[in-house]
Protein backbone atom coordinates (compact mmCIF):
# COMPACT_ATOMS: atom_id res chain seq x y z
CA UNK A 1 0.00 0.00 0.00
CA UNK A 2 2.93 2.37 0.44
CA UNK A 3 3.59 2.29 -2.87
CA UNK A 4 0.38 3.03 -4.19
CA UNK A 5 0.18 6.86 -4.36
CA UNK A 6 3.77 6.40 -6.44
CA UNK A 7 2.07 3.61 -8.66
CA UNK A 8 -1.36 5.67 -9.31
CA UNK A 9 0.81 8.93 -9.88
CA UNK A 10 3.11 6.60 -12.88
CA UNK A 11 -0.28 5.61 -14.38
CA UNK A 12 -2.07 8.96 -14.40
CA UNK A 13 1.11 10.97 -15.73
CA UNK A 14 -0.47 11.00 -19.26
CA UNK A 15 -4.27 10.85 -18.23
CA UNK A 16 -5.84 11.12 -21.61
CA UNK A 17 -3.51 8.29 -22.21
CA UNK A 18 -4.10 5.86 -19.82
CA UNK A 19 -8.17 6.62 -19.59
CA UNK A 20 -8.19 5.57 -23.23
CA UNK A 21 -6.36 2.97 -22.31
CA UNK A 22 -8.20 2.07 -19.33
CA UNK A 23 -11.90 2.18 -21.50
CA UNK A 24 -10.11 -0.59 -23.65
CA UNK A 25 -9.12 -3.06 -20.92
CA UNK A 26 -12.86 -2.71 -20.14
CA UNK A 27 -14.19 -2.76 -22.94
CA UNK A 28 -12.33 -6.26 -23.76
CA UNK A 29 -13.28 -7.37 -19.97
CA UNK A 30 -17.11 -5.98 -20.52
CA UNK A 31 -17.22 -8.77 -23.81
CA UNK A 32 -15.74 -11.34 -21.97
CA UNK A 33 -17.81 -11.49 -18.94
CA UNK A 34 -20.99 -11.06 -21.17
CA UNK A 35 -19.43 -13.47 -23.42
CA UNK A 36 -18.92 -16.14 -20.32
CA UNK A 37 -22.31 -15.41 -19.20
CA UNK A 38 -23.71 -16.44 -22.75
CA UNK A 39 -21.43 -20.08 -22.84
CA UNK A 40 -22.12 -20.63 -18.98
CA UNK A 41 -25.55 -20.17 -20.57
CA UNK A 42 -25.72 -22.53 -23.57
CA UNK A 43 -23.46 -25.21 -20.97
CA UNK A 44 -25.82 -24.91 -17.63
CA UNK A 45 -27.61 -27.53 -19.08
CA UNK A 46 -24.12 -29.78 -18.96
CA UNK A 47 -23.42 -28.21 -15.81
CA UNK A 48 -26.54 -28.91 -13.56
CA UNK A 49 -26.98 -32.60 -15.11
CA UNK A 50 -26.91 -34.53 -11.71
CA UNK A 51 -24.13 -37.46 -12.50
CA UNK A 52 -26.87 -39.63 -11.08
CA UNK A 53 -29.50 -39.04 -13.86
CA UNK A 54 -29.98 -41.02 -16.83
CA UNK A 55 -31.75 -40.46 -20.04
CA UNK A 56 -33.68 -43.04 -21.79
CA UNK A 57 -34.99 -42.10 -25.66
CA UNK A 58 -35.44 -43.74 -29.28
CA UNK A 59 -32.34 -45.53 -30.24
CA UNK A 60 -32.17 -43.40 -33.72
CA UNK A 61 -34.18 -40.35 -32.86
CA UNK A 62 -35.00 -38.42 -29.72
CA UNK A 63 -38.93 -36.99 -32.04
CA UNK A 64 -39.74 -41.39 -31.90
CA UNK A 65 -41.83 -41.81 -29.18
CA UNK A 66 -41.51 -44.92 -26.47
CA UNK A 67 -44.01 -47.34 -25.45
CA UNK A 68 -44.73 -46.13 -21.89
CA UNK A 69 -44.43 -49.80 -20.64
CA UNK A 70 -40.56 -49.63 -20.94
CA UNK A 71 -41.17 -47.48 -17.67
CA UNK A 72 -41.66 -51.18 -15.40
CA UNK A 73 -39.22 -52.86 -17.32
CA UNK A 74 -36.21 -50.26 -16.78
CA UNK A 75 -37.54 -49.98 -13.33
CA UNK A 76 -36.50 -53.50 -12.36
CA UNK A 77 -33.16 -52.69 -13.45
CA UNK A 78 -30.78 -53.28 -10.57
CA UNK A 79 -29.47 -50.28 -9.59
CA UNK A 80 -31.87 -47.82 -10.75
CA UNK A 81 -34.20 -46.33 -7.86
CA UNK A 82 -36.07 -44.16 -9.81
CA UNK A 83 -37.89 -43.60 -12.93
CA UNK A 84 -40.10 -41.03 -14.82
CA UNK A 85 -41.38 -40.53 -18.07
CA UNK A 86 -41.74 -37.14 -20.31
CA UNK A 87 -43.45 -35.94 -23.59
CA UNK A 88 -42.84 -33.48 -25.28
CA UNK A 89 -45.35 -30.96 -27.13
CA UNK A 90 -44.61 -28.02 -29.30
CA UNK A 91 -46.73 -25.26 -28.40
CA UNK A 92 -47.94 -21.76 -28.67
CA UNK A 93 -49.48 -19.08 -25.96
CA UNK A 94 -51.29 -16.44 -27.43
CA UNK A 95 -48.95 -16.14 -30.79
CA UNK A 96 -46.33 -17.57 -32.72
CA UNK A 97 -44.11 -15.98 -30.85
CA UNK A 98 -44.52 -17.26 -27.28
CA UNK A 99 -43.37 -20.95 -27.45
CA UNK A 100 -41.85 -22.88 -24.17
CA UNK A 101 -41.62 -26.51 -23.74
CA UNK A 102 -44.80 -28.24 -22.32
CA UNK A 103 -44.12 -31.54 -20.67
CA UNK A 104 -46.69 -34.12 -20.11
CA UNK A 105 -45.06 -36.25 -16.90
CA UNK A 106 -46.37 -37.88 -14.06
CA UNK A 107 -45.97 -35.35 -11.19
CA UNK A 108 -44.98 -37.38 -8.60
CA UNK A 109 -42.35 -38.99 -10.29
CA UNK A 110 -40.65 -36.60 -12.26
CA UNK A 111 -40.51 -33.96 -9.42
CA UNK A 112 -38.63 -36.58 -7.53
CA UNK A 113 -36.47 -37.20 -10.54
CA UNK A 114 -35.15 -33.27 -10.13
CA UNK A 115 -34.81 -32.43 -6.38
CA UNK A 116 -32.85 -29.28 -7.53
CA UNK A 117 -36.37 -27.54 -8.70
CA UNK A 118 -38.55 -25.94 -5.69
CA UNK A 119 -41.66 -26.09 -5.53
CA UNK A 120 -44.22 -25.67 -2.19
CA UNK A 121 -45.78 -28.62 -1.12
CA UNK A 122 -49.15 -28.35 -1.18
CA UNK A 123 -49.04 -26.73 -5.12
CA UNK A 124 -47.14 -30.36 -5.62
CA UNK A 125 -49.71 -32.30 -4.03
CA UNK A 126 -52.41 -30.12 -6.12
CA UNK A 127 -50.23 -30.75 -9.30
CA UNK A 128 -50.99 -34.62 -8.67
CA UNK A 129 -53.97 -34.74 -7.63
CA UNK A 130 -55.24 -32.56 -10.30
CA UNK A 131 -56.07 -33.99 -13.38
CA UNK A 132 -55.97 -30.90 -15.14
CA UNK A 133 -52.99 -29.80 -13.19
CA UNK A 134 -50.30 -27.92 -14.74
CA UNK A 135 -47.08 -25.82 -13.01
CA UNK A 136 -45.03 -23.56 -14.25
CA UNK A 137 -41.25 -21.86 -14.40
CA UNK A 138 -41.29 -18.94 -12.11
CA UNK A 139 -39.69 -16.79 -14.94
CA UNK A 140 -42.24 -17.76 -17.56
CA UNK A 141 -45.17 -16.86 -14.74
CA UNK A 142 -43.42 -13.06 -14.35
CA UNK A 143 -43.34 -13.05 -18.19
CA UNK A 144 -46.50 -13.84 -18.82
CA UNK A 145 -48.34 -12.54 -15.68
CA UNK A 146 -49.82 -15.97 -14.96
CA UNK A 147 -51.94 -16.20 -11.62
CA UNK A 148 -52.52 -19.90 -9.47
CA UNK A 149 -55.90 -20.59 -10.16
CA UNK A 150 -56.06 -19.18 -13.64
CA UNK A 151 -56.65 -21.16 -16.93
CA UNK A 152 -53.50 -21.97 -19.40
CA UNK A 153 -54.84 -22.04 -22.98
CA UNK A 154 -52.23 -23.32 -24.67
CA UNK A 155 -52.04 -24.57 -28.61
CA UNK A 156 -50.12 -27.67 -29.30
CA UNK A 157 -48.71 -27.57 -32.79
CA UNK A 158 -48.36 -31.87 -32.67
CA UNK A 159 -51.04 -33.23 -30.38
CA UNK A 160 -54.76 -32.81 -31.07
CA UNK A 161 -57.03 -34.01 -28.76
CA UNK A 162 -60.31 -36.33 -29.39
CA UNK A 163 -62.27 -33.72 -30.52
CA UNK A 164 -59.26 -33.11 -33.11
CA UNK A 165 -58.78 -29.32 -31.39
CA UNK A 166 -55.24 -28.76 -31.02
CA UNK A 167 -56.40 -26.30 -28.35
CA UNK A 168 -55.50 -27.31 -24.66
CA UNK A 169 -56.34 -25.69 -21.30
CA UNK A 170 -54.92 -26.59 -18.07
CA UNK A 171 -55.30 -25.28 -14.60
CA UNK A 172 -52.57 -23.82 -13.11
CA UNK A 173 -51.83 -25.14 -9.75
CA UNK A 174 -47.88 -23.90 -8.91
CA UNK A 175 -45.23 -22.54 -9.98
CA UNK A 176 -41.17 -24.52 -9.85
CA UNK A 177 -38.33 -22.92 -9.83
CA UNK A 178 -34.37 -23.05 -8.62
CA UNK A 179 -32.24 -21.53 -6.01
CA UNK A 180 -29.10 -21.58 -8.21
CA UNK A 181 -29.09 -19.26 -11.28
CA UNK A 182 -27.46 -21.54 -13.44
CA UNK A 183 -30.33 -23.62 -12.60
CA UNK A 184 -33.67 -21.44 -13.43
CA UNK A 185 -33.34 -21.52 -17.07
CA UNK A 186 -34.17 -25.18 -16.53
CA UNK A 187 -37.58 -24.39 -15.31
CA UNK A 188 -38.42 -22.48 -18.00
CA UNK A 189 -41.26 -25.29 -18.76
CA UNK A 190 -44.86 -26.22 -18.33
CA UNK A 191 -45.24 -29.33 -16.49
CA UNK A 192 -48.84 -31.40 -17.46
CA UNK A 193 -50.44 -34.29 -15.51
CA UNK A 194 -49.88 -37.36 -18.25
CA UNK A 195 -53.11 -39.16 -17.47
CA UNK A 196 -55.26 -36.25 -18.31
CA UNK A 197 -52.70 -35.38 -21.55
CA UNK A 198 -52.63 -39.01 -22.41
CA UNK A 199 -56.49 -40.34 -22.19
CA UNK A 200 -57.12 -36.56 -23.60
CA UNK A 201 -55.14 -36.91 -27.31
CA UNK A 202 -56.29 -38.10 -30.05
CA UNK A 203 -52.78 -40.23 -31.48
CA UNK A 204 -50.06 -41.63 -29.73
CA UNK A 205 -52.11 -43.03 -26.75
CA UNK A 206 -49.67 -45.03 -24.20
CA UNK A 207 -46.22 -43.54 -25.90
CA UNK A 208 -44.06 -41.25 -24.12
CA UNK A 209 -41.34 -39.14 -24.89
CA UNK A 210 -38.37 -40.46 -23.30
CA UNK A 211 -37.39 -41.62 -20.07
CA UNK A 212 -35.64 -40.22 -16.72
CA UNK A 213 -33.91 -42.36 -14.49
CA UNK A 214 -32.19 -41.99 -11.10
CA UNK A 215 -29.67 -44.53 -10.17
CA UNK A 216 -27.95 -45.26 -6.87
CA UNK A 217 -24.35 -44.53 -7.83
CA UNK A 218 -23.20 -42.52 -10.98
CA UNK A 219 -20.25 -44.92 -11.18
CA UNK A 220 -22.62 -47.23 -12.51
CA UNK A 221 -23.63 -45.19 -15.27
CA UNK A 222 -21.94 -46.85 -17.81
CA UNK A 223 -23.12 -50.16 -16.86
CA UNK A 224 -26.78 -49.01 -16.22
CA UNK A 225 -27.40 -47.48 -19.49
CA UNK A 226 -26.18 -50.77 -21.34
CA UNK A 227 -28.28 -52.86 -19.34
CA UNK A 228 -31.29 -51.18 -19.97
CA UNK A 229 -30.88 -50.58 -23.75
CA UNK A 230 -29.74 -54.33 -23.58
CA UNK A 231 -33.20 -55.16 -22.31
CA UNK A 232 -34.43 -53.18 -25.77
CA UNK A 233 -32.43 -54.51 -28.22
CA UNK A 234 -33.73 -55.94 -31.17
CA UNK A 235 -37.77 -55.01 -30.07
CA UNK A 236 -39.41 -52.60 -32.22
CA UNK A 237 -38.67 -49.86 -29.51
CA UNK A 238 -35.12 -49.85 -29.48
CA UNK A 239 -33.69 -47.42 -26.86
CA UNK A 240 -30.71 -44.99 -26.14
CA UNK A 241 -29.54 -44.29 -22.80
CA UNK A 242 -26.87 -42.08 -21.66
CA UNK A 243 -25.91 -40.33 -18.61
CA UNK A 244 -27.81 -36.77 -18.71
CA UNK A 245 -24.49 -34.57 -19.28
CA UNK A 246 -24.39 -36.37 -22.20
CA UNK A 247 -27.42 -35.41 -23.61
CA UNK A 248 -26.89 -32.29 -22.53
CA UNK A 249 -23.62 -31.56 -24.25
CA UNK A 250 -24.86 -33.29 -27.23
CA UNK A 251 -28.20 -31.14 -27.46
CA UNK A 252 -26.08 -27.75 -27.27
CA UNK A 253 -23.80 -28.76 -29.71
CA UNK A 254 -26.33 -28.97 -31.93
CA UNK A 255 -26.89 -25.45 -31.42
CA UNK A 256 -23.10 -24.93 -32.22
CA UNK A 257 -19.79 -25.02 -30.07
CA UNK A 258 -20.71 -22.20 -28.56
CA UNK A 259 -17.68 -23.04 -26.39
CA UNK A 260 -14.98 -22.59 -29.12
CA UNK A 261 -17.12 -19.40 -30.59
CA UNK A 262 -16.61 -17.42 -27.43
CA UNK A 263 -12.92 -18.24 -27.18
CA UNK A 264 -11.98 -17.49 -30.49
CA UNK A 265 -13.56 -14.48 -30.26
CA UNK A 266 -11.55 -14.03 -26.51
CA UNK A 267 -8.82 -14.65 -28.22
CA UNK A 268 -9.04 -11.99 -30.84
CA UNK A 269 -9.86 -9.10 -28.62
CA UNK A 270 -7.19 -9.89 -26.09
CA UNK A 271 -4.58 -10.41 -28.32
CA UNK A 272 -5.25 -6.84 -29.44
CA UNK A 273 -5.52 -5.82 -25.79
CA UNK A 274 -2.25 -6.88 -25.69
CA UNK A 275 -0.59 -5.24 -28.40
CA UNK A 276 -2.72 -1.57 -27.66
CA UNK A 277 -1.77 -1.90 -23.81
CA UNK A 278 1.78 -3.45 -24.36
CA UNK A 279 2.62 -0.08 -26.41
CA UNK A 280 1.06 1.88 -24.15
CA UNK A 281 3.26 0.68 -21.42
CA UNK A 282 6.47 0.41 -23.37
CA UNK A 283 5.99 3.81 -24.31
CA UNK A 284 4.81 5.01 -20.50
CA UNK A 285 8.40 3.61 -19.49
CA UNK A 286 10.52 4.75 -22.00
CA UNK A 287 9.39 8.20 -21.10
CA UNK A 288 10.07 7.58 -17.48
CA UNK A 289 13.53 6.31 -17.99
CA UNK A 290 15.29 9.26 -16.05
CA UNK A 291 12.38 8.89 -12.99
CA UNK A 292 13.23 5.30 -12.78
CA UNK A 293 16.90 6.11 -12.47
CA UNK A 294 16.55 8.54 -9.78
CA UNK A 295 14.47 5.62 -7.77
CA UNK A 296 17.15 3.73 -8.42
CA UNK A 297 19.66 6.77 -7.04
CA UNK A 298 17.64 7.11 -4.08
CA UNK A 299 18.01 3.48 -3.22
CA UNK A 300 15.27 1.30 -5.21
CA UNK A 301 16.94 -1.56 -6.17
CA UNK A 302 16.70 -3.41 -9.15
CA UNK A 303 14.00 -5.83 -8.29
CA UNK A 304 11.95 -2.86 -6.43
CA UNK A 305 11.94 -0.85 -9.70
CA UNK A 306 10.97 -3.91 -11.30
CA UNK A 307 8.21 -4.43 -9.38
CA UNK A 308 7.08 -1.15 -9.81
CA UNK A 309 6.34 -1.03 -13.48
CA UNK A 310 4.89 -5.01 -13.42
CA UNK A 311 2.68 -3.70 -10.41
CA UNK A 312 2.07 -0.56 -12.10
CA UNK A 313 0.45 -2.67 -15.14
CA UNK A 314 -0.73 -5.18 -12.39
CA UNK A 315 -2.75 -1.78 -11.34
CA UNK A 316 -3.92 -1.03 -14.92
CA UNK A 317 -5.14 -4.34 -15.50
CA UNK A 318 -6.74 -4.61 -12.19
CA UNK A 319 -8.92 -0.88 -12.49
CA UNK A 320 -10.20 -2.14 -16.45
CA UNK A 321 -10.46 -5.49 -15.18
CA UNK A 322 -12.40 -4.86 -12.69
CA UNK A 323 -14.70 -2.27 -14.12
CA UNK A 324 -15.44 -4.60 -17.12
CA UNK A 325 -16.41 -7.46 -15.31
CA UNK A 326 -18.60 -4.46 -13.16
CA UNK A 327 -20.49 -3.55 -16.05
CA UNK A 328 -20.69 -6.78 -17.03
CA UNK A 329 -22.48 -7.59 -13.92
CA UNK A 330 -24.49 -4.69 -13.93
CA UNK A 331 -25.49 -4.91 -17.99
CA UNK A 332 -26.41 -8.35 -17.86
CA UNK A 333 -29.66 -8.10 -15.61
CA UNK A 334 -31.00 -5.31 -18.01
CA UNK A 335 -30.03 -7.43 -20.90
CA UNK A 336 -32.08 -10.75 -18.94
CA UNK A 337 -34.84 -8.57 -18.76
CA UNK A 338 -34.63 -7.21 -22.49
CA UNK A 339 -35.12 -11.00 -23.77
CA UNK A 340 -38.56 -11.54 -21.75
CA UNK A 341 -37.06 -15.01 -20.28
CA UNK A 342 -36.81 -16.27 -23.73
CA UNK A 343 -33.06 -16.75 -23.25
CA UNK A 344 -32.05 -18.38 -20.29
CA UNK A 345 -30.47 -16.32 -17.71
CA UNK A 346 -27.10 -14.60 -18.01
CA UNK A 347 -24.78 -13.98 -15.30
CA UNK A 348 -21.34 -13.85 -14.13
CA UNK A 349 -20.49 -16.52 -11.77
CA UNK A 350 -17.60 -16.94 -9.51
CA UNK A 351 -15.51 -18.73 -11.54
CA UNK A 352 -16.37 -16.24 -14.77
CA UNK A 353 -15.03 -13.32 -12.07
CA UNK A 354 -11.80 -15.87 -10.86
CA UNK A 355 -11.09 -16.27 -14.89
CA UNK A 356 -11.14 -12.76 -15.25
CA UNK A 357 -8.96 -11.91 -12.50
CA UNK A 358 -6.61 -14.73 -14.10
CA UNK A 359 -6.63 -13.29 -17.19
CA UNK A 360 -5.80 -9.52 -16.11
CA UNK A 361 -3.08 -11.12 -14.44
CA UNK A 362 -1.66 -12.74 -17.04
CA UNK A 363 -2.12 -9.64 -19.53
CA UNK A 364 -0.58 -7.45 -16.84
CA UNK A 365 2.38 -9.38 -16.71
CA UNK A 366 2.46 -9.95 -20.27
CA UNK A 367 2.65 -6.00 -21.04
CA UNK A 368 4.37 -5.48 -17.27
CA UNK A 369 7.36 -7.89 -17.73
CA UNK A 370 9.51 -6.02 -20.66
CA UNK A 371 9.74 -3.24 -19.50
CA UNK A 372 10.15 -4.11 -15.89
CA UNK A 373 13.04 -5.79 -17.75
CA UNK A 374 14.35 -2.89 -19.20
CA UNK A 375 13.75 -0.70 -16.02
CA UNK A 376 15.74 -3.46 -14.09
CA UNK A 377 19.25 -2.93 -16.74
CA UNK A 378 18.80 0.24 -16.62
CA UNK A 379 22.69 1.75 -15.36
CA UNK A 380 21.93 5.14 -13.59
CA UNK A 381 24.52 6.79 -15.15
CA UNK A 382 23.97 6.41 -18.43
CA UNK A 383 20.27 6.95 -17.66
CA UNK A 384 20.88 10.29 -16.12
CA UNK A 385 23.56 11.14 -18.40
CA UNK A 386 20.43 10.95 -21.35
CA UNK A 387 22.54 7.94 -22.96
CA UNK B 1 38.77 15.01 12.07
CA UNK B 2 38.58 11.25 10.59
CA UNK B 3 38.13 10.33 7.11
CA UNK B 4 34.51 9.47 6.41
CA UNK B 5 35.57 9.33 2.27
CA UNK B 6 38.97 7.46 1.06
CA UNK B 7 39.39 6.95 -2.79
CA UNK B 8 42.97 4.65 -2.97
CA UNK B 9 44.13 4.23 -6.33
CA UNK B 10 40.45 4.49 -8.08
CA UNK B 11 40.71 3.86 -11.77
CA UNK B 12 37.52 3.96 -13.90
CA UNK B 13 37.49 3.07 -18.07
CA UNK B 14 34.39 3.18 -20.43
CA UNK B 15 34.26 1.10 -23.96
CA UNK B 16 33.03 3.75 -26.23
CA UNK B 17 32.31 2.21 -29.76
CA UNK B 18 35.09 -1.04 -29.26
CA UNK B 19 37.87 1.94 -27.69
CA UNK B 20 38.50 1.82 -23.70
CA UNK B 21 38.41 5.58 -22.62
CA UNK B 22 40.18 5.92 -19.20
CA UNK B 23 38.30 8.77 -17.41
CA UNK B 24 39.96 8.42 -13.87
CA UNK B 25 43.98 7.72 -13.52
CA UNK B 26 44.67 6.07 -10.06
CA UNK B 27 42.69 8.75 -7.84
CA UNK B 28 44.00 9.24 -4.03
CA UNK B 29 41.78 11.01 -2.01
CA UNK B 30 40.98 11.55 1.36
CA UNK B 31 37.42 13.27 2.47
CA UNK B 32 37.52 13.74 6.58
CA UNK B 33 33.61 13.84 7.64
CA UNK B 34 31.81 17.23 8.47
CA UNK B 35 33.97 18.31 5.36
CA UNK B 36 32.75 20.54 2.52
CA UNK B 37 34.36 19.72 -0.64
CA UNK B 38 34.53 21.43 -4.15
CA UNK B 39 35.54 19.12 -7.33
CA UNK B 40 36.13 21.52 -9.79
CA UNK B 41 37.63 20.97 -13.06
CA UNK B 42 37.44 21.28 -17.17
CA UNK B 43 34.44 19.69 -19.02
CA UNK B 44 35.58 15.58 -19.54
CA UNK B 45 37.70 16.14 -16.50
CA UNK B 46 36.20 13.10 -15.01
CA UNK B 47 34.66 14.59 -11.73
CA UNK B 48 30.99 13.92 -12.11
CA UNK B 49 32.49 10.04 -12.94
CA UNK B 50 34.41 10.31 -9.02
CA UNK B 51 31.67 12.12 -7.53
CA UNK B 52 28.87 9.04 -8.77
CA UNK B 53 31.78 6.64 -7.47
CA UNK B 54 31.96 8.10 -3.96
CA UNK B 55 28.15 8.19 -3.91
CA UNK B 56 27.98 4.47 -5.27
CA UNK B 57 26.08 4.88 -8.02
CA UNK B 58 29.07 3.63 -10.33
CA UNK B 59 31.95 0.60 -9.35
CA UNK B 60 35.50 1.65 -10.30
CA UNK B 61 37.30 -0.59 -12.47
CA UNK B 62 40.43 -0.53 -10.47
CA UNK B 63 41.14 0.74 -7.05
CA UNK B 64 39.24 1.08 -3.41
CA UNK B 65 36.54 3.44 -2.14
CA UNK B 66 35.72 3.30 1.47
CA UNK B 67 33.49 5.43 2.83
CA UNK B 68 32.19 5.54 6.93
CA UNK B 69 34.50 2.05 7.42
CA UNK B 70 33.39 -0.07 3.97
CA UNK B 71 34.46 -0.70 1.09
CA UNK B 72 31.69 0.43 -1.52
CA UNK B 73 33.68 -0.96 -4.19
CA UNK B 74 32.72 -4.13 -3.65
CA UNK B 75 29.43 -4.50 -3.22
CA UNK B 76 26.48 -5.92 -4.84
CA UNK B 77 24.16 -3.75 -7.02
CA UNK B 78 21.11 -4.80 -4.60
CA UNK B 79 23.90 -3.79 -1.07
CA UNK B 80 25.23 -0.70 -3.08
CA UNK B 81 21.06 0.43 -3.27
CA UNK B 82 20.53 0.13 0.32
CA UNK B 83 23.99 1.58 1.32
CA UNK B 84 22.67 4.63 -0.85
CA UNK B 85 19.86 5.05 0.47
CA UNK B 86 20.54 4.31 4.10
CA UNK B 87 23.59 6.65 3.98
CA UNK B 88 23.78 9.03 0.59
CA UNK B 89 21.47 12.14 0.02
CA UNK B 90 21.72 13.54 -3.57
CA UNK B 91 21.57 16.80 -5.42
CA UNK B 92 21.53 17.31 -9.13
CA UNK B 93 21.70 19.84 -11.65
CA UNK B 94 18.56 19.75 -12.91
CA UNK B 95 16.77 18.89 -9.69
CA UNK B 96 15.51 15.52 -11.05
CA UNK B 97 12.30 15.84 -8.79
CA UNK B 98 9.35 13.40 -10.17
CA UNK B 99 7.17 15.58 -11.62
CA UNK B 100 3.65 13.56 -10.79
CA UNK B 101 4.47 14.00 -7.14
CA UNK B 102 3.97 16.74 -4.51
CA UNK B 103 6.80 18.49 -3.18
CA UNK B 104 5.92 16.90 -0.16
CA UNK B 105 5.47 13.06 -1.81
CA UNK B 106 8.87 13.67 -4.08
CA UNK B 107 10.20 14.61 -0.20
CA UNK B 108 8.79 11.08 1.47
CA UNK B 109 10.33 8.69 -1.66
CA UNK B 110 13.58 7.99 0.20
CA UNK B 111 11.42 7.08 3.18
CA UNK B 112 9.78 4.57 1.16
CA UNK B 113 12.77 2.59 1.76
CA UNK B 114 12.78 2.55 5.51
CA UNK B 115 9.80 1.11 8.13
CA UNK B 116 8.53 4.37 8.93
CA UNK B 117 4.45 4.85 8.96
CA UNK B 118 2.84 6.76 6.73
CA UNK B 119 2.24 9.53 9.64
CA UNK B 120 6.00 9.64 10.09
CA UNK B 121 7.10 9.70 6.74
CA UNK B 122 4.77 13.03 6.27
CA UNK B 123 6.09 14.27 9.23
CA UNK B 124 9.94 13.96 8.30
CA UNK B 125 9.08 15.18 5.31
CA UNK B 126 7.75 18.35 6.41
CA UNK B 127 10.61 19.13 8.73
CA UNK B 128 13.13 18.48 5.62
CA UNK B 129 11.21 21.11 3.94
CA UNK B 130 10.80 23.15 6.77
CA UNK B 131 14.42 23.16 7.32
CA UNK B 132 14.65 24.28 3.38
CA UNK B 133 12.20 27.27 3.63
CA UNK B 134 9.64 25.27 1.68
CA UNK B 135 7.03 24.15 4.58
CA UNK B 136 4.35 26.00 2.78
CA UNK B 137 4.91 24.70 -0.85
CA UNK B 138 4.75 20.66 0.23
CA UNK B 139 1.09 20.40 -1.82
CA UNK B 140 2.98 21.68 -4.88
CA UNK B 141 3.90 19.95 -8.02
CA UNK B 142 7.76 20.73 -9.16
CA UNK B 143 5.85 22.81 -12.35
CA UNK B 144 4.51 24.81 -10.24
CA UNK B 145 7.72 25.77 -8.28
CA UNK B 146 10.71 27.84 -9.05
CA UNK B 147 13.91 26.57 -10.08
CA UNK B 148 15.67 27.59 -6.87
CA UNK B 149 12.55 26.14 -5.00
CA UNK B 150 12.76 22.90 -6.94
CA UNK B 151 16.71 22.87 -5.79
CA UNK B 152 15.34 23.05 -2.31
CA UNK B 153 12.84 20.34 -2.34
CA UNK B 154 15.65 18.70 -3.86
CA UNK B 155 17.91 19.07 -0.79
CA UNK B 156 15.05 18.12 1.42
CA UNK B 157 14.96 14.56 -0.21
CA UNK B 158 18.53 14.57 -0.45
CA UNK B 159 18.26 15.16 3.88
CA UNK B 160 15.26 13.68 4.78
CA UNK B 161 16.67 10.31 5.47
CA UNK B 162 19.75 12.00 7.35
CA UNK B 163 22.50 10.66 5.53
CA UNK B 164 26.13 10.53 6.20
CA UNK B 165 26.96 12.13 3.39
CA UNK B 166 25.69 14.48 0.31
CA UNK B 167 26.50 14.55 -2.78
CA UNK B 168 26.08 17.11 -5.13
CA UNK B 169 26.04 17.62 -8.74
CA UNK B 170 26.23 21.11 -10.37
CA UNK B 171 23.72 22.05 -7.58
CA UNK B 172 23.29 25.92 -9.19
CA UNK B 173 24.41 24.99 -12.59
CA UNK B 174 20.66 25.69 -13.26
CA UNK B 175 20.04 28.63 -11.18
CA UNK B 176 20.55 32.68 -11.37
CA UNK B 177 23.19 34.06 -9.79
CA UNK B 178 20.93 35.25 -6.47
CA UNK B 179 19.58 32.09 -6.04
CA UNK B 180 22.77 30.26 -6.62
CA UNK B 181 23.75 32.07 -3.23
CA UNK B 182 20.95 30.84 -1.99
CA UNK B 183 21.02 27.27 -2.57
CA UNK B 184 24.68 27.39 -1.62
CA UNK B 185 24.22 29.06 1.94
CA UNK B 186 21.45 26.71 2.18
CA UNK B 187 23.85 23.54 1.79
CA UNK B 188 26.74 25.49 4.25
CA UNK B 189 24.17 25.89 6.60
CA UNK B 190 23.70 21.93 6.76
CA UNK B 191 27.44 21.27 6.58
CA UNK B 192 28.14 23.92 9.20
CA UNK B 193 25.01 23.52 11.70
CA UNK B 194 24.09 19.88 10.86
CA UNK B 195 27.29 18.37 10.32
CA UNK B 196 26.40 16.84 6.97
CA UNK B 197 29.71 15.82 5.01
CA UNK B 198 29.08 17.27 1.05
CA UNK B 199 30.69 16.79 -2.16
CA UNK B 200 29.84 19.02 -4.67
CA UNK B 201 30.95 19.19 -8.07
CA UNK B 202 30.80 22.55 -10.11
CA UNK B 203 31.88 24.90 -12.74
CA UNK B 204 31.31 27.77 -10.84
CA UNK B 205 34.16 29.47 -8.71
CA UNK B 206 31.51 31.30 -6.35
CA UNK B 207 29.66 28.32 -5.75
CA UNK B 208 32.84 26.56 -4.81
CA UNK B 209 33.52 29.82 -2.37
CA UNK B 210 31.01 28.16 -0.19
CA UNK B 211 33.28 24.92 0.38
CA UNK B 212 35.73 24.41 3.05
CA UNK B 213 37.76 22.55 0.60
CA UNK B 214 38.68 22.61 -3.27
CA UNK B 215 40.18 20.02 -4.87
CA UNK B 216 41.36 20.36 -8.95
CA UNK B 217 40.54 17.73 -11.64
CA UNK B 218 42.63 17.51 -14.70
CA UNK B 219 42.26 14.60 -17.18
CA UNK B 220 41.05 12.31 -14.54
CA UNK B 221 44.20 12.88 -12.24
CA UNK B 222 43.57 15.57 -9.01
CA UNK B 223 46.05 18.15 -9.91
CA UNK B 224 45.50 20.73 -6.83
CA UNK B 225 43.71 20.67 -3.11
CA UNK B 226 43.50 24.08 -1.46
CA UNK B 227 41.78 25.56 1.40
CA UNK B 228 38.13 27.51 0.80
CA UNK B 229 35.73 29.18 3.11
Not at chain 1, 144 to 150: A, D, L, N, P, T
Not at chain 1, 339 to 360: D, K, S, Y
Amino acid sequence: MRYLPLLWAGLFRRKTRTILTLLSIVVAFLLFGMLRAVQTAFESGADAADAKRLLTTARYSIIEPLPMAHLKVIERVPGVVGVASADWFRTKYQNESNAFPVFAVDPARYLDMYPEFTIDPAQREAFAKTRTGAVAGQRLVDRYGWRIGQKLPIASEIHAKTDGSLNWEFDLVGVIDAEDPAIRGNTDVVLINVAHFDEARQLGRGKTGWYVERIAESEQAKAISSEIDRLFANSPDETKTAPEKEFAVGFAKQIGDIGAVVTRILIAVFFTILILTGNTMAQSIRERIPELAILKTLGFSDARVTALVVAEAVLLLALGGGLGMAAAAALLPAVNGSTGGRFPPLFVTETTWLAAAGLALLVALAIGLPPALRARRLRIVDALAGR
Amino acid sequence: MADLVQVRAVTKSYRRGGETIEVLHGVDLDIARGDFVALMGPSGSGKTTLLNLIGGLDTPTGGAIVVDGRRIDRLSSGELSAWRAAHVGFVFQFYNLLPVLSAQRNVELPLLLTSLSAAERRRHAAIALALVGLADRARHKPRELSGGQEQRVAIARAIVSDPTLLVCDEPTGDLDRATAGEIMALLQMLNREHGKTIVMVTHDPKAAEYASRRLHLDKGTLIADGAGA
